[in-house]
T-cell receptor, first 111, second 116 residues
Framework: NAGVMQNPRHLVRRRGQEARLRCSPM?????VYWYRQLPEEGLKFMVY????????ESGMPKERFSAEFPKEGPSILRIQQVVRGDSAAYFC?????????FGPGTRLTVT | AQKVTQAQTEISVVEKEDVTLDCVYE???????LFWYKQPPSGELVFLIR??????QNEISGRYSWNFQKSTSSFNFTITASQVVDSAVYFC?????????????FGDGTTLTVKP
């Protein structure tokens, strides 16, 4: 059973561009969580999704960030018009019930 | 609200020393889970242990051991006879399946450096 997959592993964007981060949960998992880790900090919750539904987006910045988990395909975290402060590692986790399995993360660098 | 505090920002030890990483948590839930993760320089998160709130038994896995004490809301992690490969950032995390949508709250991490 493959683990949680995230791609790309590294992403470089110029200021103002869009970043799309993908997360494929483990087989059979219908819950996806996104976390952001700023440099020298711990992981901070952003959003929790189930298939086609956003359950909790209390950690998402109000502007430029959006997330989806369609019926088919991976979950997508989208950041529009990126700024330098968006540079971070973005981790996705999936779960079936209560235990979360983390992906390897996507490191976003905004130049 | 949930909170996890890892008061030690950085710890440096010499190989073969024992080291304890502290974790104190706050939650109003009676059912919760506590986790420790290791983040080596490569950046991925490595799961180390999960403990549920009803199981206060301490656990040992090789050189790793965990001391869970509900009375002090602590879940400390000890590495015995540390090795250079133990150098990493270690995170303690808390999640409540029945509230907070199961999301995890992480501490800010403790950076452990083990010198040869």
């Amino acid at each position: 059973n493959a683990g949680v997959m995230q791609n790309p592993r590294h992403l470089v964007r110029r200021r103002g561009q869009e970043a799309r981060l993908r997360c494929s949960p483990m087989k059979g998992h219908s819950h996806v969580y996104w976390y952001r880790q700023l440099p020298e900090e711990g992981l901070k919750f952003m959003v929790y999704l189930q298939k086609e539904n956003i359950i909790d987006e209390s950690g998402m910045p109000k502007e430029r960030f959006s997330a989806e988990f369609p019926k088919e395909g991976p979950s997508i975290l989208r950041i529009q018009q990126v700024v330098r402060g968006d540079s971070a590692a973005y981790f996705c986790a999936s779960s079936y019930s209560y235990e979360q399995y983390f992906g390897p993360g996507t490191r976003l660098t905004v130049t | 609200a949930q909170k996890v505090t890892q008061a030690q920002t950085e710890i440096s030890v010499v190989e073969k020393e024992d080291v304890t990483l502290d974790c104190v948590y706050e939650t109003r839930d009676t059912t919760y889970y506590l986790f420790w993760y290791k983040q080596p320089p490569s950046g991925e998160l490595v799961f180390l242990i999960r403990r549920n709130s009803f199981d206060e038994q301490n656990e040992i896995s090789g050189r790793y051991s965990w001391n869970f004490q509900k009375s002090t809301s602590s879940f400390n992690f000890t590495i015995t006879a540390s090795q250079v490969v133990d150098s990493a950032v270690y995170f303690c995390a808390l999640s409540s399946p029945n509230t907070n949508a199961g999301k995890s709250t992480f501490g800010d991490g403790t950076t452990l450096t083990v010198k040869p």
